[in-house]
């Protein structure tokens, strides 16, 4: 038998965002909005329990390093501010 690690993974169901639509409501102005309700399927957490076998668990933690950025390269960049972004972007 194989040790597996349970892990939380995201909610199939509302795609990790907790809440899954629930239907058109009114306001007292007559305009609609949607409403939402949990997620039935894991309560408002966002997240599924899943079992994972220990080569698929240290498979998962490699691929969560690659995704952090390299801190030492980053602290070599110069930083710009909201401001200079904004104006960056707007070809200032």
Do not use: N
Not at 36 to 53: E, F, I, L, M, N
Not at 59 to 72: G, K
Request: glycine content about 6%; some cysteine; hydrophobic content about 35%.
């Amino acid at each position: 038998m194989t040790p597996k690690v349970h892990i939380l993974t995201r909610c199939a169901t509302c795609d990790g965002q907790a809440y899954v639509f629930a239907r058109i409501d009114y306001d007292p102005a007559g305009d609609p909005y949607e409403r939402y309700k949990a997620c039935p399927d894991c309560q408002g957490s966002g997240t599924a329990p899943r079992w994972v076998t220990l080569p698929e668990f240290a498979d998962l933690l490699d691929r969560t390093l690659a995704l952090e950025p390299d801190w030492e390269e980053l602290s070599h960049e110069r930083a710009i501010s909201q401001l200079e972004d904004s104006r960056e972007a707007a070809g200032i």
